[in-house]
């Protein structure tokens, strides 16, 4: 450092620090050794200091430096003198709808040692910008978590910060990559959730298969209560899809795993059974009711046909009931269940409608009982019974439990263990591919969805 009693040298001055106008609405004129603090509290830049502040209706313009210093040259470490400064014009969070940008007057110095290949260098504030960006780190910040809380697009948020989607995503998409590539938001998974979902419906720019795998941390905190956060999407929905995912992550993470929910679907189970031979794999417990409704409409289309010869039509018994057969018997009111009597009573043939009918509503029971216990001992008459009855769909969806026997009982042996917090992450990722208006870039929509649901830890 200098002593304050010796003059500067000459040779080290910046001579645009002797000549700066300052336009903040200060009391004082500063200068640039001297900034004025409210300013800089206001504005909130890292490292650097205030100079003037412009606005009009469309842009605020922040005039920043940083204060003097010696500079030795990275290389040599030479002291250098000042070649000045450049105006360099970054983009920063708009101030209500206002674009805000700022104007970092960067210095410049000189190695002037002549065997030294540096040549001139210029000064960085990691905290300020990135070596080669436009965005503040701010901004940069501020997009982010614009993205995953207020379901925000690119696009939008582009248009906010006066640049182009482009140059937005370039900035946004190394720190995403980063977060994604970070091993330490696969620890502590204890239950593991799977579904699929549709990522584009034949869209002909778009490569490779339009069915992803998702995978979902359905842990539950101390109090019983369950953070879903989508921890990944791969290409595909078969067992090698998933199975290669689990294999991927190691086997401390497999072995951590205590619980897997899935749909019915025999891919996933075969790869549970194959990577997660320690864990209890779970049948969601709504495709299971799901399974139920879907037998009550197979009844009463077939029963429609064969007594009618057509689909139903209004004014026929069985069409008037379709609403009701699919909803659950303890919300019926006296008036619809008087409605759903006369229909089953006008013909012989519809008694069948209602024993479908009725085993739906049993295995819906079984799932809304007080107990476990209660609940396990209704799944098990359920098991017992239903592929012996001679209603065809129904002895299917009997032949289908009992295949699934022991993922079907796991419910009630898991605390009630199940796939729901896997579909509302499904709803959020519906929710921010409608908002964007589809996808072309498999990967970009992965790392969208990780931030959206959840996935990457901010």
Same mark, same amino acid.
């Given at each position: 450092?200098?002593?304050?009693?010796?003059?500067?040298?000459?040779?080290?001055?910046?001579?645009?620090?002797?000549?700066?106008?300052?336009?903040?609405?200060?009391?004082?004129?500063?200068?640039?050794?001297?900034?004025?603090?409210?300013?800089?509290?206001?504005?909130?830049?890292?490292?650097?200091?205030?100079?003037?502040?412009?606005?009009?209706?469309?842009?605020?313009?922040?005039?920043?430096?940083?204060?003097?210093?010696?500079?030795?040259?990275?290389?040599?470490?030479?002291?250098?003198?000042?070649?000045?400064?450049?105006?360099?014009?970054?983009?920063?969070?708009?101030?209500?709808?206002?674009?805000?940008?700022?104007?970092?007057?960067?210095?410049?110095?000189?190695?002037?040692?002549?065997?030294?290949?540096?040549?001139?260098?210029?000064?960085?504030?990691?905290?300020?910008?990135?070596?080669?960006?436009?965005?503040?780190?701010?901004?940069?910040?501020?997009?982010?978590?614009?993205?995953?809380?207020?379901?925000?697009?690119?696009?939008?948020?582009?248009?906010?910060?006066?640049?182009?989607?482009?140059?937005?995503?370039?900035?946004?998409?190394?720190?995403?990559?980063?977060?994604?590539?970070?091993?330490?938001?696969?620890?502590?998974?204890?239950?593991?959730?799977?579904?699929?979902?549709?990522?584009?419906?034949?869209?002909?720019?778009?490569?490779?298969?339009?069915?992803?795998?998702?995978?979902?941390?359905?842990?539950?905190?101390?109090?019983?209560?369950?953070?879903?956060?989508?921890?990944?999407?791969?290409?595909?929905?078969?067992?090698?899809?998933?199975?290669?995912?689990?294999?991927?992550?190691?086997?401390?993470? !497999? *072995? =951590?795993? %205590?619980?897997?929910?899935?749909?019915?679907?025999?891919?996933?189970?075969? &790869? #549970?059974? @194959?990577?997660? +031979?320690?864990?209890?794999?779970?049948?969601?417990?709504?495709?299971?009711?799901?399974?139920?409704?879907?037998?009550?409409?197979?009844?009463?289309?077939?029963?429609?046909?064969?007594?009618?010869?057509?689909?139903?039509?209004?004014?026929?018994?069985?069409?008037?009931?379709?609403?009701?057969? !699919? *909803? =659950?018997? %303890?919300?019926?009111?006296?008036?619809?269940?008087?409605?759903?009597?006369? &229909? #089953?009573? @006008?013909?012989? +043939?519809?008694?069948?409608?209602?024993?479908?009918?009725?085993?739906?509503?049993?295995?819906?029971?079984?799932?809304?009982?007080?107990?476990?216990?209660?609940?396990?001992?209704?799944?098990?008459?359920?098991?017992?019974?239903?592929?012996?009855?001679?209603?065809?769909?129904?002895?299917?969806?009997?032949?289908?439990?009992?295949?699934?026997?022991?993922?079907?009982?796991?419910?009630?042996?898991?605390?009630?263990?199940?796939?729901?917090?896997?579909?509302?992450?499904?709803?959020?990722?519906?929710?921010?591919?409608?908002?964007?208006?589809?996808?072309?870039?498999?990967?970009?929509?992965?790392?969208?969805?990780?931030?959206?649901?959840?996935?990457?830890?901010?």
């Amino acid at each position: 450092e200098v002593p304050e009693d010796q003059e500067r040298p000459s040779c080290l001055i910046d001579f645009e620090d002797l000549d700066v106008s300052h336009a903040t609405g200060c009391a004082d004129a500063p200068t640039t050794a001297d900034p004025c603090s409210r300013c800089d509290v206001l504005v909130g830049l890292d490292g650097v200091h205030v100079e003037t502040v412009e606005r009009d209706a469309a842009l605020m313009t922040v005039t920043v430096s940083t204060t003097w210093q010696l500079m030795g040259c990275p290389d040599c470490g030479v002291v250098a003198p000042s070649r000045g400064r450049r105006a360099r014009v970054l983009h920063d969070v708009p101030h209500g709808d206002v674009r805000v940008q700022v104007v970092w007057r960067q210095r410049v110095w000189r190695c002037p040692e002549q065997v030294c290949a540096r040549g001139t260098f210029a000064e960085q504030v990691p905290t300020l910008v990135a070596a080669r960006g436009s965005l503040t780190v701010r901004a940069v910040a501020w997009a982010i978590g614009q993205l995953r809380r207020e379901h925000a697009t690119i696009a939008g948020l582009a248009r906010q910060l006066g640049v182009g989607w482009w140059t937005l995503w370039r900035a946004v998409k190394p720190q995403l990559e980063h977060l994604a590539s970070e091993e330490s938001r696969f620890e502590g998974v204890t239950s593991l959730g799977v579904d699929e979902h549709s990522w584009h419906h034949r869209d002909p720019r778009t490569r490779g298969p339009k069915e992803l795998t998702g995978m979902v941390d359905l842990t539950r905190d101390q109090h019983g209560r369950t953070h879903a956060r989508l921890l990944d999407l791969v290409p595909g929905r078969s067992k090698k899809a998933y199975a290669d995912w689990l294999t991927e992550r190691g086997a401390d993470f !497999r *072995a =951590g795993i %205590e619980v897997a929910s899935l749909d019915p679907f025999g891919g996933y189970k075969a &790869a #549970i059974d @194959a990577e997660l +031979a320690d864990a209890t794999a779970v049948l969601d417990a709504f495709h299971v009711v799901k399974l139920g409704t879907q037998v009550v409409d197979e009844v009463r289309r077939r029963i429609q046909q064969d007594t009618r010869g057509h689909r139903g039509r209004k004014g026929e018994p069985l069409f008037g009931i379709q609403t009701i057969l !699919r *909803a =659950g018997a %303890e919300n019926l009111t006296d008036r619809q269940l008087a409605r759903l009597a006369t &229909a #089953i009573e @006008a013909d012989e +043939a519809h008694e069948a409608v209602y024993v479908a009918w009725r085993c739906a509503q049993d295995l819906r029971a079984a799932y809304r009982a007080k107990s476990t216990l209660e609940g396990r001992a209704r799944a098990e008459k359920i098991l017992e019974s239903f592929h012996t009855c001679p209603i065809p769909e129904v002895a299917r969806l009997g032949r289908t439990l009992r295949r699934w026997r022991e993922a079907f009982l796991a419910y009630f042996s898991t605390e009630r263990a199940n796939n729901g917090g896997t579909e509302a992450i499904n709803g959020i990722i519906e929710l921010h591919r409608r908002l964007a208006r589809g996808y072309r870039n498999r990967d970009n929509y992965r790392l969208r969805m990780l931030l959206a649901a959840g996935g990457l830890k901010t």
